[in-house]
């Protein structure tokens, strides 16, 4: 199991203006705000706690299949490693920023997980399904060494992606904004 | 307010955030804000943000919890203007 978030800065950017009166308040508690105001590059520190609280979020539909939003009760902790807490689960979070997007990874503990961003800047809204589709296999089949013919992809009732290699599934976990796509398997 | 008077009042909420212009055109209780309208999963907080604003309410976060299409916003918004 693993989930993961992708988000585009620069579109971010245009998206979303967290500095509107009440934004944080409604994602981020007193710590993590404290966090964001402490930062030199607070729109980045922003966008990296809720790309963690995301990725965890998508972890743990994974192990309780659900579906809600309330991103401020996933709550992130950056000393020692980073994790995130949402009542009593618990998970790592591996998170990886560039000048264009940050990705982050959420994990039970101790398991790898392995990811690969996309660019989806000239694949049309269409076809970005099917590309996903066949790079989430791609990944699998090389991390596994599983041939690509005996595996197939399908997603759950709650929309999480699954592959099958013969009569076994495994969750994976993707993400899309704007111009990058990402995939995580475990 | 009526149910049509509440979505005539989200729909332009709503608006600036879709991403499929499709499935806004034929909105309706049933459609959901991420799954339809493609909307952002950060953007749904400018949406909550702007329903406290246009019907002056305060949302919870327990509120926001199921504010994940058009019915629960609606039933939302009514049960706190008649609180």
Not at chain 1, 141 to 149: M, N, P, Q, S, V
């Amino acid at each position: 199991m693993v989930g993961n978030d992708i988000v585009d800065i620069e579109l971010a950017k245009r998206q979303s203006d967290w500095q509107r009166p009440r934004y944080l308040d409604k994602i981020f508690n007193l710590q993590e705000q404290q966090l964001i105001y402490a930062s030199n590059e607070p729109t980045i520190m922003v966008w990296k706690l809720w790309s963690m609280k995301e990725a965890a979020y998508k972890l743990y539909t994974q192990v309780c299949p659900s579906r809600f939003y309330n991103p401020k009760a996933f709550t992130c902790n950056l000393k020692n490693g980073e994790t995130v807490r949402y009542k009593s689960f618990l998970c790592e979070t591996n998170t990886k920023t560039t000048i264009h997007y940050i990705l982050s990874e959420a994990r039970l503990k101790n398991k790898l997980t392995t990811s690969k961003v996309i660019n989806l800047e000239n694949i049309s809204h269409m076809n970005q399904g099917k590309t996903f589709e066949k790079e989430a296999l791609k990944l699998f089949a090389t991390e596994r060494k599983y041939l690509e013919k005996n595996l197939k992809y399908a997603k759950t009732p709650f929309g999480v992606p699954l592959i099958y290699y013969k009569s076994k599934k495994y969750n994976i976990s993707i993400s899309h904004h704007g111009k990058f796509g990402a995939i995580a398997i475990a | 307010m009526n149910k049509d008077e509440l979505i005539a009042k989200l729909k332009p909420i709503i608006a600036p955030y879709v991403q499929d212009e499709e499935a806004f055109k034929n909105l309706t209780e049933d459609t959901d804000f991420v799954n339809d309208l493609k909307i952002n999963s950060a953007n749904l907080v400018d949406i909550i943000l702007d329903i406290e604003d246009e019907f002056n309410i305060r949302l919870e976060n327990e509120d926001m919890e199921q504010m994940l299409n058009v019915r629960s916003a609606m039933a939302i918004v009514t049960s706190k203007l008649n609180s």
